[in-house]
């Protein structure tokens, strides 16, 4: 069992985001993590290198990229990516946006973390 107060996960800065590592004990399975997305904030294209990789909208309107497909995301939707999908998104709405992110397996932290 593992219980972590989001009080004691530390947040760091990755880019133009904010993140907060919500499961670090959990990695070898999966992970879940907040994304703070500034307004006008862009995540450059990359591939998933996850098996899955799933983005729930708590806050904001977040134009997603994926796959060759454009579509806007706003609070309560969720977006699947697959291992080797292409994807990208950025933050043009009028609010600070909120994501949670869902990974499968867990990332590898930054030294020090």
Do not use: C, W
Not at 5 to 12: E, G, I, Q
Not at 62 to 83: K, L, P
Not at 85 to 113: A, K, Q, S, W
Request: net charge negative.
């Amino acid at each position: 069992m593992e219980h972590m107060r989001y009080s004691d996960a530390a947040p760091f800065e990755f880019g133009d985001f904010v993140v907060r590592e919500l499961s670090p004990d959990a990695f070898s399975i999966g992970s879940v993590a907040e994304i703070i997305v500034p307004i006008g904030a862009d995540r450059t294209p990359r591939v998933s290198e996850k098996t899955h990789r799933m983005y729930v909208v708590v806050t904001g309107d977040i134009e997603f990229r994926v796959a060759g497909q454009t579509f806007r995301a706003t609070a309560g939707d969720t977006v699947h990516i697959a291992s080797g999908e292409e994807y990208g998104f950025h933050n043009g709405g009028y609010e600070e946006g909120r994501l949670l992110l869902i990974r499968v397996p867990g990332p590898t932290l930054p030294d020090g973390y």
